[in-house]
């Protein structure tokens, strides 16, 4: 097999970090659940929905023996670019970003606009509120689709915002939710003391201050996936 990154992402039990082809999966069979339940204290192996899998256990002997004989391809999902104060973090987000105060009791207080080759496309927007996600096509079934916003089809290359429970005179405006196509940047100047940006999930945190600038686009490098047919059937299904 010729030597290159590939992320097949199966339903998730255990991890082979090692393995230059990273698998996760999940069996069915008695065995497994009852591995499952044995180590059901150290981890919840129920959480993850297995959106994104490409396989089953039924199935998994036939997908692989497709990827290594090169008769499957990958698919190239969009992730986010993240920049404070125009320094791109390293770590680009899969799924969703959430920009928020520290203290979820606090008002985050916060504008934003979007903008192409650095001329505004839109009015700026200031917010108070609960704070903002922003996702990609993969996170758009998780958090933000939860709040109220919809499932975009998984190979679109554009990005999906909403502002959380916005209490500002604004908060009926129709920018409080939108879209972020894939030649468009947000640009979400911070007006609290503190912040916090969270990068698909709590694991992934960096810190703002009062003053930064926080720059988003879908213009990180893609992520090689390999997709079920039936997610595929369904992303073509939404592009008709």
């Known amino acids: 097999m010729a030597r290159r990154r590939l992320l097949l992402l199966l339903k998730p039990l255990d991890v082979y970090p090692s393995l230059e082809t990273s ?26 929905t297995g959106y ?6 039924d199935n998994f002997e036939q997908i692989l023996n497709d990827i290594l004989e090169n008769r499957s391809e990958p698919c190239e999902l ?17 799924n969703d970003i959430l ?22 496309l839109s ?21 933000i689709h939860s709040a109220g916003g919809f499932t975009m ?6 990005l999906q915002y909403m502002v959380r429970e916005p209490i500002s005179a604004e908060a009926t405006s129709e920018l409080m939710s939108g879209l972020v196509k894939s030649s468009e940047t947000m640009e979400v100047s911070w007006f609290c003391r503190e912040g916090v940006l969270y990068i698909d999930g709590s694991h992934v945190v960096h810190s703002i201050q009062l003053g930064d ?5 879908p213009r990180a490098p893609l992520l090689k996936v390999y997709l079920s047919p039936d997610l595929l059937s369904r992303n073509q299904q939404a592009n008709i």
């Open 123 to 143: 009015s700026l927007l200031h917010c108070r509120s609960s704070g903002l996600r922003v996702s990609t096509a993969a996170g758009s079934t998780a958090a």
């Open 213 to 217: 600038t926080i720059q988003l686009s």
């Open 153 to 158: 089809p998984i190979l679109s290359k554009e």
């Open 99 to 120: 920009l928020a105060h520290p203290c979820p009791a606090t008002v985050s207080r916060f504008s934003l606009r979007t903008k192409k080759d650095g001329e505004p």
């Open 78 to 94: 969009a992730r986010m670019a993240v920049s404070v104060n125009s320094n791109l973090i390293s770590t680009s987000a899969l």
């Open 23 to 48: 698998v996760q999966t999940t069996t069915t069979s008695s065995a497994n659940r009852q591995k499952v339940a044995e180590l059901s204290e150290e981890f919840d192996a129920t959480r993850s």
């Open 52 to 57: 994104l899998c490409a396989a089953t256990a």
